[in-house]
Each structure stands twice: as structure tokens, then as C-alpha cells.
């Protein structure tokens, strides 16, 4: 049996240190011929020098240092136009986008335009794109299997059903770190407090999602598009313990559940082997030691940008991009010191309310409403961080 050709994009972050070990665990099944990383340059040669891809893409420029170190065997590629490149001039089965953020949309789109499997961790790609990507996979280009667990859940319990029976779909969030935090200390929360969360070890951009809660309205965006769900079919269910990864509930009333220790590889390696399933050693649930599985309402005073993801995906069109470059902006402004975390969901809020949405009916118009945002939210978030050192130093 040939083995499946795998690129690997974002291959130094969390899902693609993942990725790595599923594909460690099949060598007979799977090879590695691309990978990319924006910055850790040394991790990247070490995945080189173990997997032999024939590609990989670098955001930096030392490309003529690393043409060197790799050998004419390898074709370096750099910056982001370096990722469309390497997917476009590779030859490969799978494209695993593990990148983060709306920077990933590219790739995603050029492995569907070339009838690949996109095996989708960036769930950004169908946050902002997801109507074109769409358009592309119905008329024939591609496949998008999702990577995120609660997709891959949901997946996994409609497999063998017919999608007509189907009633509603209940994506489950842990909650995060400040499910039961007072709100009158919600002024006070600092990045270190985000970063901890209780239940997945993820990058830190997706963990201070998680904490907002914007991950889980992007997730219901993801699963809009994924499975051709309208909105008032879509529930966020909060359950703190992780164990069950979403749901699926039929018209006879049968709730359908996919459960499992909180761990990226299972999904990851799903998606990489889908429809079958591969073993993984260890990792089993024990129901016995989890005891209680709770399930509570979400509270959207406390998470006020899972009402505006869900108002984003209502609205349609280029309003989720928005939305997603608002976010991306506010988040690094947050962990870099210079935005308090309630402050997160007041960019979000200005950034649509400007925002008059156009049909998504390709990468350009996104991209030009990216651009907007991004050097409004700039402006935006300039301002607030000047009050918001004011008031940390009155604080002092
Ligand atoms: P991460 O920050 O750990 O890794 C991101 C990767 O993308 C790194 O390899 C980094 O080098 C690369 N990258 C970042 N910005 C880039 C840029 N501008 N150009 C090129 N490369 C760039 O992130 P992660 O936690 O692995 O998440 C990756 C994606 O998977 C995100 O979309 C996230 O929402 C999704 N996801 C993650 C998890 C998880 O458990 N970590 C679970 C579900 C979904
Ligand atoms: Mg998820």
C-alpha cells in the first residue's frame, strides 16, 4: 500500500507536535513530504532531519542558510506566500492545517482547488471562509475533514445516520478558567490567569479563545459550515469535565455522545485515517475515576463574545472575518499587557458594528475586510491601551 502523503503546516505548535507523534506511530502508513513553522527554526530541522519532507516553508528569511543545511533534496519556501506555494508545487494526499489564525485560509483553499483532503485543525479557514470553502467542495473540489474535537466528535456520531435525521447539534465547552470567577473580578484578569486552563494544553492563542469563549462560537461557525447546520440548530452545552466532546441529538430523541480522555491525538489521527480508525496505546477513560459528568447553561453576561460569534454567524457574509481579525488583533494586544481582558469583547463589538458585510464569495473580499479591521482595531486598541496603562499605573 502507498503511504499517505502528508503536508504538514504549523508543524511546531501544539496540533502539530500531535500530528507528529500520530504519524511517528504509522510509518509504514504515512509519510511527511511538507512542513512548515513560522519561527522555531531549530525544531523545524529536527522534524526535517526525522521525517525527510521534500518541502517546508519558514516565516523567516534565512532561506539561503537553510537551503544549505537541508541539502537539494529539500525546497525551501518562506513567508506566507511561501505556504500557498509549497501546497500548490507539492505533491501530497493530505494537507493537515494546523497553522493559527485567519492566515491559514490560503492553504486550505489551495489543496481543495487541487482535489485534496484538507484534514482542518485552523478552524479560522472556515470562520472566515467557510462559504466559499464550501462552494469549492460542492462543486467538487477537495474534502475538509475536521480536526477540532468537538467536530471530529460530531463526526463520529453521525457516522452511519442519515443527516435528514438529524434534530440538533450540542457543542460542549469546558468553560475555561473563569467559569466561576466573580464578574466584579473580571477587570483584574491578567494573561497568566487565561493561560491556565483547566482541562486542554493548547497554543496560546486559542487557550485565551477558550477563555473568552469566542473559540466556542467560532467552533459553532465551524460546525455551521461543516455540517450544513442553521444556527437555531446549533447548542452550546457547558460541561467543565471534557469528557464528552460534543453531541448529536436524532428526531426519536436519541442523544448520541462521543466521549474520551481531553487529547488532541485522537481527533488528529481520525482525521488523518478517516473513515477508519487506527489504535492508539494507553489513553483509555475511566469513568469510574471521572465520576461526574455535569452540563450547565451558557452564561453570556459573563461571555459576552459567544453572543457577538454567534450574532457573527447569523449575520453571515464577511462578518465572521471581521470578527476573527478583531479578535486576533485583541488577543495579542491582551497578552502582550496592553488590553484588559474585558476589553477583548468591547474591539470585537466596534469592529462589527463598522462593518457593513459582503458576500464571501472568494479569498479577496476577506482578505480586504482583514485589512480594514486589522488597521482600525490598531487605532482602537491604541486608545484603550493608553487608558488602560493609565489606570494600571493609578493602580500602582
Ligand atoms: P500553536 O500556536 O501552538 O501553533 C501554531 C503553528 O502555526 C506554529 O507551528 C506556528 O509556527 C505556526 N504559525 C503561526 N502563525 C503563523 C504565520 N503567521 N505564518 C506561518 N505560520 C504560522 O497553535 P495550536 O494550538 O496548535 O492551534 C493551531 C490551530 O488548531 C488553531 O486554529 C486552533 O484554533 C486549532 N485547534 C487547536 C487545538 C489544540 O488543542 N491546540 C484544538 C482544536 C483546534
Ligand atoms: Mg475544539
Not at 525544531?43 to 526535517?48: G, H, K, N, S
Amino acid at each position: 500500500m502507498n503511504r499517505t502523503k502528508i503536508v504538514l503546516l504549523g508543524a511546531t505548535g501544539s496540533i502539530g507536535s500531535s500530528a507528529c507523534n500520530c504519524i511517528r506511530r504509522f510509518p509504514e502508513r504515512f509519510e511527511i513530504v511538507g512542513l512548515s513553522a513560522n519561527h522555531r527554526i531549530p525544531q523545524l530541522l529536527d522534524l526535517a532531519d526525522e521525517f525527510h519532507p521534500k518541502a517546508v516553508c519558514v516565516g523567516s528569511s534565512q532561506t539561503d542558510a537553510l537551503r544549505q543545511r537541508l541539502g537539494a533534496g529539500v525546497t525551501v519556501y518562506n513567508a506566507t506566500e511561501g505556504l500557498e506555494d509549497l501546497v500548490n508545487r507539492t505533491e501530497f494526499d493530505i494537507l493537515l492545517n494546523a497553522l493559527v489564525g485567519a492566515v491559514g485560509l490560503r492553504a486550505t483553499v489551495a489543496a481543495l482547488k487541487k482535489n485534496k483532503t484538507v484534514a482542518l485543525a485552523n478552524k479560522e479557514s472556515l470562520v472566515v471562509g467557510g462559504d466559499f470553502i464550501n462552494s469549492l467542495v460542492q462543486s467538487g473540489f477537495g474534502k475538509v475533514v475536521p480536526v477540532d474535537s468537538e467536530h471530529s466528535a460530531i463526526l463520529q456520531c453521525l457516522s452511519g445516520e442519515n443527516h435528514s435525521s438529524v434534530e440538533s447539534i450540542l457543542l460542549t465547552a469546558s468553560g475555561g478558567p473563569f467559569r466561576n470567577t466573580p464578574l466584579d473580578k473580571f477587570k483584574d484578569i491578567v494573561p497568566e490567569d487565561a493561560l491556565n486552563h483547566p482541562t486542554w494544553s493548547m497554543g496560546k492563542k486559542i487557550t485565551i479563545d477558550s477563555a473568552t469563549l469566542v473559540n466556542k462560537g467560532f467552533e459553532v461557525i465551524e460546525a455551521h459550515h461543516l455540517f450544513a447546520m442553521p444556527y437555531n440548530r446549533l447548542r452550546v452545552v457547558i460541561h467543565p469535565q471534557s469528557i464528552i466532546h460534543s453531541m448529536v441529538e436524532f428526531h426519536d430523541g436519541a442523544l448520541m455522545a462521543q466521549m474520551g480522555v481531553p487529547d488532541m491525538e485522537l481527533p488528529i489521527q481520525f482525521a488523518l485515517s478517516y473513515p477508519e480508525r487506527l489504535p492508539i496505546p494507553s489513553k483509555r477513560l475511566n469513568l469510574a475515576s471521572v465520576k461526574e459528568l455535569t452540563f450547565f447553561e451558557p452564561d453570556f453576561d459573563r461571555f459576552p463574545c459567544l453572543r457577538l460569534c454567534l450574532d457573527a454567524g447569523r449575520i453571515g457574509g464577511t462578518m465572521p472575518a471581521v470578527l476573527n481579525a478583531a479578535n486576533e488583533m485583541a488577543v495579542a494586544a491582551f497578552l502582550a499587557g496592553e488590553l484588559g481582558y474585558i476589553e477583548i469583547a468591547a474591539v470585537l463589538r466596534s469592529a462589527m458594528e463598522r462593518h457593513s458585510p459582503q458576500p464571501v464569495n472568494g479569498i479577496e473580499v476577506v482578505e480586504e475586510a482583514d485589512r480594514a479591521i486589522r488597521a482600525f482595531s490598531t487605532e482602537l486598541i491604541g486608545r484603550m491601551a493608553e487608558k488602560h496603562k493609565g489606570a494600571h499605573e493609578r493602580g500602582k
